[in-house]
């Protein structure tokens, strides 16, 4: 059965192309940075948002049409399978990512979800198998059940913390199975909606013990992917103890973690985070802990995780800016964690969206590279920062200076002088480049 009979393959037809159902500026096979655009930027397709979101929010039913959704239970589980191999193939993306409870529903006993999950994972083993496409992460839903109402592995009740791990472990041994190149923490409810009734010192020593146990089970199956944990700052709680990669990084020095996590970083979080997606790129990338991305933008005139598709090409030229210094995302990818707009509900808006996501990074792509060819934003911070390349600067960096040399420096001085940093000549540039490329 075809899924999507109104759609064939994707194809890449340049910016000059107006139909809706090709790319403009994604071709796979364009060779950049020795690689082709496919192998560099490692497309992944949200399982959850793609295959069983419903386009439902806190005013509204969904108002998604698919033709799976006929099904109930497993056999819709099953339809999500072979529809979501069909996407994958249509729209030549060559990894995917899921939750437990995206691919297979809950049963009445965490015997029965195995029992569930088993199913499903030798369809997708056999799927994955035909078709070339790959799992780039999984993870458990630990955060939609009631049951952990009041945190996961920073629940007040033990049980509670036990069934999460249960989940984990289940989810390691899926990750293993269906050779998944990552396995993703991500902490739904790890953190507190109020102090008032809260341990914190508690919550997080278990939350590290939790990780611990993690990193123990994967060596104890062979199971040898790059664990990832992704920073939100809040909602659903008031607080995650994931805020941004910055207090995460610090997480895991605390608890001697360092060694075993990478961040994937998503931008709409960075947002919420009260950063840009570039500082939070940045700051993994420079302390070594930028693993992969989850790829969406938000809304700035709205408070809470929209996940739009990203279409805002300065975003997406800075974020692969700091993705190319960081040498590519190693086992990690661009994946869309992003949905349609509540009036998009139609089946093949899925593919006009993905559309504009992959055509958005592959053209900022593009820019960056450039950028980094002709080394405009290097030039400017070398300038910038050319007083730590002699004299004094030079033996602040070197260690060599201390407070009365700097002092004996500073009396020296007749006066300080400082020069422009010159941000909207910075700007102007990028708009430069940016023109540039969508001319050529």
């Known amino acids: 059965m075809a899924w999507f009979e109104n759609v064939s393959k994707i194809k890449y037809e340049g910016p000059k192309s107006n139909n809706p159902l090709a790319f403009k500026f994604y ?4 060779i950049i940075n020795g690689k082709s655009m496919e192998e560099y930027l490692r497309y992944g397709i949200a399982y959850w948002h793609t295959f069983t979101e419903d386009l439902s929010d806190p005013f509204g039913t969904g108002t998604a049409i698919r033709n799976w959704d006929k099904y109930d239970g497993m056999d819709r589980a099953k339809a999500r399978v072979e529809a979501a191999f069909e996407f994958f193939e249509k729209i030549g993306a060559k990894y995917y990512c899921f939750h437990d409870v995206d691919i297979a529903p809950e ?8 029992q569930n999950i ?3 994972v030798a369809m997708l083993k056999d799927y994955q198998k035909d078709s070339g496409v790959k799992l ?3 993870t458990a839903n630990n955060f939609t059940n009631p049951r952990f109402v009041h945190g996961a592995a920073s629940s007040n009740n033990a049980d509670v913390f036990a069934y999460a791990a249960a989940k984990v472990k289940k989810g390691l041994e899926v990750g293993k199975e269906l050779g998944a190149e990552n396995y993703v923490f991500w902490g ?3 953190g507190y909606e109020t102090l008032l009734n809260t341990d914190l010192k508690l919550e997080q020593d278990n939350l ?4 611990q146990m993690a990193v123990d089970y994967a060596k104890e199956i062979g199971f040898d992917a790059q664990f990832l944990i992704e920073p939100k700052p809040k909602e659903p709680t008031t607080h995650q103890y994931d805020f941004d990669a910055q207090s995460t990084h610090g997480f895991l020095l605390n608890y001697g973690l360092q060694d075993h996590f990478k961040l994937n970083l998503e931008a709409n979080h960075a947002t919420l985070a009260g950063h840009t997606f570039e500082h939070e790129l940045r700051y993994a990338r420079v302390n070594g802990i930028l693993g992969s991305v989850d790829a969406n933008q938000g809304d700035p005139l709205l408070g809470w995780d929209t996940d739009e598709f990203p279409t805002d090409l300065y975003s997406t030229t800075l974020a692969m800016y700091e993705i190319i210094k960081n040498g590519g995302l190693g086992a990690g990818g661009l994946n869309f964690d992003a949905k349609v707009r509540r009036g998009s509900f139609e089946q093949d808006d899925l593919f006009h969206a993905h559309i504009a996501g992959m055509d958005a990074f592959a053209l900022g792509y593009r820019v960056a590279n450039k950028l980094i060819e002709d080394k405009v934003l290097e030039n400017v911070v070398d300038d910038r920062y050319a007083s730590y390349k002699e004299g004094i600067g030079k033996d602040i960096v070197e260690g060599k200076a201390d407070f ?3 002092e004996e420096h500073a009396l020296s001085l007749k006066e300080v002088k400082n020069k422009s940093g010159r941000l909207e000549v910075i700007k102007a540039t990028i708009n430069q480049y940016l023109a540039n490329a969508y001319a050529e």
Request: charged residues 30%; without cysteine.
């Open 404 to 406: 009365k040399s700097l």
């Open 27 to 30: 071709n796979p096979e364009e």
């Open 208 to 211: 590290a013990r939790f990780f």
């Open 136 to 138: 780039l992460w999984n």
């Open 188 to 190: 739904g409810r790890e």
């Open 107 to 114: 049963g009445n006993t965490l015997s029965e979800t195995y």
């Open 118 to 120: 088993d199913t499903i």
